[in-house]
């Protein structure tokens, strides 16, 4: 069976975490646990988030006085998908003695006028108390939102159209190798309508759409989406949540999940289940195994329904 898994954040930096290389290293450990069980049975495509990461470079570079201007978005994203497919790449090669992994830089066009530019929702970089965060806003000329009882950046997501290299990460998988690739949704570009030239843009594209995406260009069996809780809940954070252990397309979206978290998750199951006729699962990184063989997360599956 074909996988992609979509990693969270939380797959290196739990909320709350300094964001030190030491504690990212560890984290990753409970990763290539997580994932090699998987990759000895399945052909495995690896996608990972990078908020927490690309946030704090773009911090560093706001506070950096050498430089003329901070660094843009898509460059920072370039920096975090070599950094993270890095330590992945280390952390799988050791728990897969003689599997050929292979960490691969991605770029993930998007159009130009998509409404997203205007209308900044993906969190980045750490939580802050509402008083610090409005500091920073107006000292770097950030958008700010609530993340729960915290605020932080948010910045332009939009939608991906395009994976530039899929026909690589095609033959690599074919061949054998377990791809990390796409990370923090891919480096966003722009292409030229008529030569086709790419040009970087601020933005962060949201990994699990990019994942949906890449899963369907791959022919992918299986989208697995992982994150920090055991499954989707209704309600969640309130006294009448309840999981959801089993939902078709329709019913996801029936749900009312939060857009800055759940709620591209859900969408991004929905999408890949309504156009491969595939199946999709949301659930926590540690039972990943469990998870694919049917005994924890959501599972997300066609509507059977007989027309």
Not at 214 to 226: H, P
Not at 249 to 260: I, M, S, Y
């Amino acid at each position: 069976m074909r996988i992609v898994a979509a990693l969270g954040g939380n797959a290196l930096l739990h909320r709350g975490e300094r964001p030190d290389a030491a504690v990212q290293e560890a984290n990753i450990e409970r990763v290539a646990t997580a994932l090699a069980a998987l990759a000895h049975d399945h052909e495995l495509v690896i996608t990972h988030g990078n908020g927490p990461q690309v946030g704090l470079l773009a911090l560093e570079s706001a506070a950096d006085r050498s430089l003329t201007a901070p660094y843009p978005l898509d460059l920072l994203g370039a920096q975090t998908e070599g950094m993270i497919g890095s330590l992945l790449a280390r952390t799988l090669h050791n728990a897969l003695p003689g599997h050929p992994i292979a960490a691969l830089v991605t770029h993930t066009v998007v159009r130009a006028d998509d409404p997203a530019f205007d209308r900044p929702t993906k969190f980045v970089g750490q939580v802050y108390p509402r008083e610090s965060a409005e500091l920073l806003a107006r000292r770097n000329g950030w958008h700010i939102a609530k993340d729960g009882t915290d605020w932080r950046r948010v910045v332009p997501s939009p939608a991906p159209e395009r994976i530039v290299e899929t026909d690589t990460i095609h033959e690599l998988l074919s061949g054998g190798t377990l791809v990390i690739c796409a990370g923090g949704g891919g480096i966003p570009v722009t292409a030229d309508r008529d030569t086709g030239a790419l040009t970087g843009v601020e933005a962060v594209i949201d990994k699990d759409l990019t994942a949906a995406l890449l899963a369907e260009d791959l022919k992918a069996d299986f989208l697995l989406i992982l994150t920090d809780v055991p499954n989707v809940y209704e309600g969640y954070g309130t006294p009448a949540q309840r999981p959801v252990i089993d939902a078709t397309p329709a019913q996801l979206r029936g749900g009312d999940f939060p857009e800055g978290s759940m709620g591209p998750k859900a969408e991004a199951a929905a999408r890949f289940v309504e156009r491969t006729g595939g199946l999709a699962a949301i659930g926590a990184l540690d039972a990943a195994y469990e998870i694919v063989h049917g005994r924890s997360g959501t599972l997300v599956r066609p509507d059977l329904t007989a027309a």
